[in-house]
């Protein structure tokens, strides 16, 4: 089989060109650009087996970046792995916000509540490298791979297993966010993300819980003038402002993505004297 007729196949299955052409350069250990300018090349028998093999997979819904093992994110590149969500570009506006609301001070100390892969925790410390960053995860095995990816990007971070703030006893920050589970346990569209851990997907029931502990517990956490931000899903915009408002925070306000969908909502800690 030529490499051109093995992207056929894929296409022919349903695959997007691009994704097939980065299955394909992951079996082959070779660009996109590599792949392009010797599609007449014909694939060994070793090859052609391990090609079969990742296709089903990928044609079976399990996503590219579990079976690449690599994905990425705010300009970096993870590990992945079914401990951990794939990062998704939406997320990328929790950073941007994020940035935006960072304390001035020397080292500010901000934290990541459920970070997965490390990706939003390590695209703050990349882009504010003077900022003391915690991740956390009740996850032992997602901060495995986050820890990795920290490890092999050279930032560094703190890490906390525990369920959201209990990770951090005692400990307080200039800036909490959070990209937590927050899909209702009925939703129908949980059957197409069956491939990644449940866990960091709903909290089940309506969608809120871990969007309610969160808010919950964060005022024992912030220091004055600190902001707590949110992603959520694209209709939970009002109620997440109803419970920092009800919670005692000001300013809550919700985010569109690039899409135009209300994707992040956050408020400032500023407690009654």
């Known amino acids: 089989m030529q490499l051109r007729d093995a992207l056929r196949q894929a296409e022919a299955g349903g695959l997007p060109r691009l994704d097939a052409q980065l299955l394909l350069g992951h079996v082959l250990r070779q660009t996109r650009t590599w792949l392009v300018a010797h599609d007449d090349d014909t694939l060994t028998p070793l090859?052609?087996?391990?090609?079969?093999?990742?296709?089903?997979?990928?044609?079976?819904?399990?996503?590219?970046?579990?079976?690449?093992?690599?994905?990425?994110f705010y300009g970096l590149v993870l590990d992945v792995s079914p401990a951990v969500l794939v990062p998704r570009p939406e997320t990328e506006l929790l950073v941007d916000w994020a940035l935006e609301c960072l304390p001035t001070s020397p080292s500010p100390a901000a934290i990541d509540l459920g970070t997965g892969?490390?990706?939003?925790?390590?695209?703050?410390?990349?882009?504010?490298?003077?900022?003391?960053?915690?991740a956390t995860d009740a996850s032992a095995a997602a901060l495995t791979v986050a820890q990795r990816n920290a490890d092999r990007l050279g930032l560094a971070l703190k890490f906390a297993?525990?369920?959201?703030?209990?990770?951090?006893?005692?400990?307080?920050?200039?800036?909490?966010?959070?990209?937590?589970?927050?899909?209702?346990?009925?939703?129908?569209?949980?059957?197409a993300l069956q491939h990644e851990p449940r866990m960091a997907l709903?909290?089940?029931?309506?969608?809120?819980?871990?969007?309610?502990?969160?808010?919950?517990?964060?005022?024992?956490?912030?220091?004055?003038?600190?902001?707590?931000?949110?992603?959520?899903?694209?209709?939970?915009?009002?109620?997440?402002?109803?419970?920092?408002?009800?919670?005692g925070f000001s300013l809550a306000q919700t985010r569109p993505d690039l899409a135009g969908i209300p994707r992040c909502t956050g408020a400032v800690w500023r407690p009654a004297n």
């Open 47 to 72: 090859q052609a087996h391990a090609w079969q093999g990742v296709l089903a997979r990928r044609l079976a819904g399990e996503p590219l970046a579990y079976i690449v093992g690599k994905h990425g």
């Open 117 to 134: 892969s490390g990706a939003v925790a390590l695209a703050l410390k990349h882009s504010a490298p003077g900022a003391e960053v915690t």
């Open 161 to 191: 297993l525990g369920s959201w703030w209990q990770a951090v006893p005692g400990r307080n920050f200039g800036l909490a966010l959070s990209n937590p589970p927050y899909i209702a346990g009925a939703d129908p569209h949980l059957a």
């Open 202 to 247: 709903t909290p089940e029931g309506d969608g809120l819980d871990a969007l309610r502990d969160i808010v919950h517990a964060a005022p024992l956490h912030l220091l004055p003038g600190a902001w707590l931000l949110l992603e959520h899903g694209y209709d939970q915009g009002p109620a997440v402002r109803t419970l920092l408002s009800q919670r």
